[in-house]
């Protein structure tokens, strides 16, 4: 017995011992001290949106003395965009130096060729291998996640000659990749693996959501408190189930008070508050756990209640999947400049849209998400150990998407912007360069400064149902019985179709032999394509106002793009115009063009001529810039690794 027991001893000795070296390992990663310091650093700032006009145009009003200063002492230009203008899109150009052909993002949705149905074109997951066991589920190994974006980034690029890049919410980053430090931007997905589920708890009937978010209508119990519940991931076990969690909104006596229960939180909140963040855990069999967090705020309260709570993401103190690399990195950061958004497009314009959420909420959230940018840029500037430093502020786009109607007196709801919403834009580009001061005042005197935008703005006063003008001019037919498409082209007779739109600026054509049920031959592609482009030049809105700019041949601009993803026509709207949101998910209303009355008032998807971005730096650069995928050259081509050896 007794050398028994000893080696049990021994092996409860080495575990231990094992788990405390863990422990404590981790410790050392999450509190590790910045590395050796960097002599110089090359640090490039993405505002996201920001337009040459109306930056020009305050610039000399003297309301953004940081960026004239910056145009004053170093050099300012007009950077072109991609083609189409979308984030995605331009920012996988700048990762890569390489046009979407040769990328593989060509709009934020592609079209499934099997099934005629969008997809997301940011990041893919490969469907885990699975066994069913007793009614369970159970996974074979963990989820692949996947960038939907191919090529190598220039960050990978710098790393491998010896520079270390902290790269801070880029758009399409997700899976982050291993460089120094990286926290993952656009493509990040909640916990309910969509791009931001909300959820809007209210006890009197509101409007439903359309998309992106769920109201729960909850009548107060007997006590006069609401119970409800909070929609979570589906169960890992039983996928057809989806998990969920309580939450309790108690009255106090003061109506514009409540106190909320949430996972063993309570929150007291007036109305117009935004809570803290709060952890919460998804439970399931007892001992499984998908950790998250939200944030809640009270847009009314008692007798008529709305609670909005915010689509529930990875807590980076406690993440349940990665979105950082090192895979640590998402949690050290939090323990130094607090909790932060994680979810890849966290600023809610879809609760903002329907309505379920109120203008300053709304805009008191992207101060919220400016601040934590702010504070993890400034974090990585003051540890100093990063010879490339890149953070992009998506802000400027967001608040310019939103607001645009309140600065635009020919849009359909400028009449009735408030004073907020006609202030909204000028004032994020006053915070933009607050921030823009604040960096500069962290620089060194051999520190390089680059400032760009992936794109301008324009407005969106009408919306275009191009699916309706494939219908009206024959190219898209629908079966006898139905008079529109719904999403995912419900109601067509695809073996009747010629062409059809999907996403924001697209247009497929029914091939044979790529879509499922194709009837184009290959030979008949290009004169398709040409009367396609002439027809839809020529279109004219009831004003007279053409509808496009130009229509691009895919084949022109993307030469060495394979077929995949690809669109065959890329449509470049007018200023004014743009794809409706019912064209992005295939379907085909009654009109042609409506009236755009949302909230969403300004966009870039039009004609990539028509919104060039902006390019800005600390120095004159060497090398002529013409296009955003030239701008890693500028950024690598003459930055040598400095770094002091340790
Ligand atoms: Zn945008």
């Not at 314009?349 to 101060?367: I, K, R, S, Y």
């Not at 909204?424 to 962290?442: F, K, M, P, T």
Request: glycine share 8%.
């Amino acid at each position: 017995m007794r050398p028994l027991r000893s080696l049990l001893a021994g092996l409860v000795v080495v575990a231990l011992a094992a788990l405390g070296y863990s422990k404590w390992h981790e410790r050392q990663l999450l509190t590790a001290a910045p590395g050796s310091k960097a002599k110089q650093r090359t640090v490039v700032i993405g505002f996201d949106g920001m337009d040459p006009a109306l930056l020009e145009r305050w610039m000399v009003a003297g309301a953004l003395p940081h960026f004239a200063a910056l145009k004053a002492q170093g050099h300012y230009q007009k950077l072109a965009s991609t083609e189409p203008a979308q984030s995605p899109v331009a920012w996988s150009s700048f990762a890569t130096g390489l046009d979407p052909g040769a990328h593989g993002i060509f709009d934020f949705l592609h079209r499934d060729a099997q099934h005629y149905a969008p997809e997301f074109s940011i990041a893919r997951s490969e469907p885990v291998e699975t066994v069913d066991f007793l009614g369970m589920t159970l996974p074979l190994g963990d989820a692949k996640l996947d960038s939907g974006r191919s090529g190598t980034s220039f960050w990978s690029t710098a790393e491998a000659t010896g520079q270390r890049a902290s790269v801070m919410r880029v758009p399409v980053t997700f899976p982050p990749e291993p460089v120094q430090q990286m926290i993952s931007g656009m493509g990040v997905p909640d916990l309910l693996g969509t791009q931001g589920s909300y959820t809007l708890i209210a006890n009197h009937l509101v409007p439903a959501a359309e998309s992106g978010g769920h109201v729960v209508l909850q009548a107060a119990g007997e006590d006069g408190n609401i119970t409800a519940s909070v929609p979570g991931p589906a169960h890992p076990l039983y996928p057809r189930d989806s998990l969920a969690l309580p939450i309790r909104i108690i009255r106090t006596p003061e109506p514009s008070q409540v106190v909320v229960e949430l996972d063993g939180v309570r929150a007291q909140l007036s109305t117009g508050d935004w809570s803290e963040w709060i952890p919460m855990r998804y439970r399931f069999l007892g001992v499984g756990r998908i950790p998250g967090m939200v944030r809640l705020r009270l847009i009314s309260g008692f007798p008529k209640l709305r609670l909005y709570v915010s689509p529930a993401q990875v807590d980076p103190l406690d993440p349940a999947f990665q979105v950082s690399a090192p895979e640590h990195a998402a949690t050290a950061l939090a323990m130094r400049i607090g909790r932060f958004h994680t979810l890849g497009m966290p600023e809610e314009t879809w609760a903002f849209n329907q309505g379920h959420m109120d203008e300053q909420g709304w805009l008191d959230m992207v101060a919220t998400t400016l601040g934590e940018g702010e504070a993890m840029l400034y974090d990585s500037l003051d540890r100093g150990d990063s010879e490339l430093v890149i953070k992009v502020f998506v802000q400027p786009d967001r608040v310019s998407h939103m607001f645009w109607r309140g600065l635009d007196k020919e849009h359909p709801l400028h009449a009735q912007s408030s004073l907020l919403a006609r202030d909204a834009i000028a004032w994020i580009y006053r915070e933009s360069d607050r921030v823009l001061g604040e960096i500069q005042s962290r620089l060194g005197p051999d520190d390089r400064l680059i400032v760009l935008s992936d794109h301008g703005f324009t407005s969106f006063r009408r919306a275009v149902h191009i699916n309706r003008w494939l219908i009206e001019h024959g190219y898209l037919t629908l079966k006898p019985e139905h008079k529109l498409a719904g999403n995912l082209f419900d109601g067509v007779d695809w073996s009747r179709s010629r062409a059809y739109a999907l996403g924001l600026n697209s247009l497929f054509v029914n091939r044979r032999g790529r879509e499922s049920q194709g009837v184009v031959e290959a030979s008949d592609m290009a004169a398709l394509k040409t009367e396609l482009a002439s027809a839809l030049l020529g279109w004219r809105d009831q004003d007279g106002s053409p509808v496009f700019a130009a229509v691009h041949d895919a084949d022109d601009i993307y030469p060495s793009a394979a077929d995949g993803h690809r669109p065959d026509l890329v449509l470049g709207y007018a200023s004014g115009y743009r794809a409706s949101w019912q064209t992005t998910l295939g379907a085909a209303p009654t009109s042609l063009i409506d009236d755009n009355l949302q909230n969403w008032s300004g966009d870039h998807c039009v004609d990539s001529a028509l919104v060039p971005g902006i390019l800005m730096s600390n120095f004159q650069p060497a090398l002529s810039i013409d296009g955003i995928a030239d701008v890693s050259r500028l950024i690598v081509d003459d930055a040598r690794p400095t770094q002091d050896s340790p």
